[in-house]
């Protein structure tokens, strides 16, 4: 067993390198993490995965070195690992499924020995898969490396619950065994939450019944792998139905609960509600204007956070200049050239090609230069 460090937030976190590497940043906004792994033989092909998202493919050195770089904030589950064939995970061992308060069931099972498990994926509803009456459950939600989980405001009603193992490279074991139990209904229902992703962030919608008086609502948040966090310090207006969450990455899947809270501070927790936000592609777009004569804009997008340069070529395939060399965190970017080449000269009119290259991969676009 090998030991590696990664700095989060300028302290040094101690990682034991195994079969896999598992982080759970501290802070409260994205910070680079630089990894820098040694003695784990030489050429050997890793990939670094953040949430279940591969962020980079890469081979150690000759010497047995790995460093690779990742943008993670807090919550966010980083995983390094060899970068081979995996079998699906073996099904968990689901211990446990009680009534702990109206409306609420508590789950629990049996942690994997499995290296590889990264988290776990509960299913549930009122109709049973082991008894044919459907083919999958009505819920289901990722909950992270944990071995138990409460599922609240559910209305009265005999619910089956499931559990499955999910490993590192995004595979899912099959169900458990199904295990049932019956609900008596809560004084609060939170009849319908749900979770829209879009361009501008998560969109969580709601309506509550109740035979009591609510207050206002709180929103967790939680991220594949990672703990719950409060979105919101101040709760949310009883009359409340809508909250947008805009603080979230690209190709994330996130899980959300809403909190009812009443007279007496007890909160009353819905049923978990999940989204995926829209991946980003790497993509260089067409330069604005083309054809132009002095100056002309070229965006792209990234698709992860990378080591990124942009070249300008001449139709022979000479270097003319580089426009951008060095990192840059995943989204939408763009540079400009201003038909000049490395020496500071104006170079003469005619076509030039654009190229931008993020890790191994490399994008090209014509443009033409009229003076």
């Known amino acids: 067993m090998r030991r590696a460090f990664s700095r989060v937030g300028g302290r040094r976190i101690a990682i034991v390198a195994a079969t896999l590497l598992l982080i759970t940043p501290v802070v409260s906004h994205a910070v680079p993490i630089v990894f820098r792994i040694f003695n784990l033989g030489g050429s050997t092909a890793y990939i670094v995965r953040r949430n279940t998202h591969t962020v980079a493919t890469e081979s150690t050195s000759s010497e047995g070195v790995f460093a690779e770089r990742v943008d993670a904030s807090s919550g966010d589950q980083i995983v390094l690992a060899p970068d081979v064939d995996l079998a699906p995970p073996v099904p968990p061992s689901l211990s446990s499924v009680s009534s702990t308060s109206p409306g609420c069931a508590h789950v629990a099972w049996t942690p994997s020995s499995d290296p590889a498990v990264i988290g776990y994926k509960i299913s549930y509803g009122v109709l049973s898969v082991t008894r044919g009456q459907m083919e999958d459950y009505q819920y289901s939600m990722e909950v992270g490396p944990v071995s138990f989980y409460d599922a609240c405001s559910l209305g009265g009603a005999t619910y089956y619950f499931a559990v499955q193992a999910l490993n590192y490279a995004g595979q899912l074991s099959g169900y458990s065994e199904e295990r049932s139990v019956h609900l008596v209904t ?60 805009t603080d979230v990455r690209t190709g994330t899947l996130y899980t959300y609960v809403l909190a009812a809270l009443r007279d007496d501070g007890a909160e009353i927790r819905s049923i978990p509600a999940s989204a995926t936000t829209p991946s980003l592609a790497l993509a260089l777009q067409a330069n604005t204007p083309n054809p132009f004569r002095w100056h002309t804009r070229i965006p792209f997008t990234l698709d992860a956070a990378s080591r990124v340069t942009v070249r300008i070529y001449d139709v022979t395939g000479a270097l003319v200049t580089t426009l951008l060399d060095g990192p840059l965190a995943e989204g939408e970017h763009d540079v400009n050239w201003n038909g000049m080449d490395a020496s500071g000269k104006l170079v003469a009119s005619g076509a030039y090609f654009c190229t931008l290259t993020s890790g191994k991969r490399m994008q090209s676009k014509k443009m033409v230069l009229v003076r």
């Open 186 to 245: 809560s004084a609060v229902l939170i009849s319908r939450f749900e979770a829209r992703a879009s361009d501008a962030g998560v969109e969580l919608s709601w309506h509550v019944l109740s035979d009591e008086n609510i207050t206002g609502y709180r929103v967790y948040r939680r991220v594949a792998g990672g703990t719950e966090k409060l979105l919101v310090d101040t709760p949310l207006p009883s009359h409340s139905t809508r909250y947008l969450d």
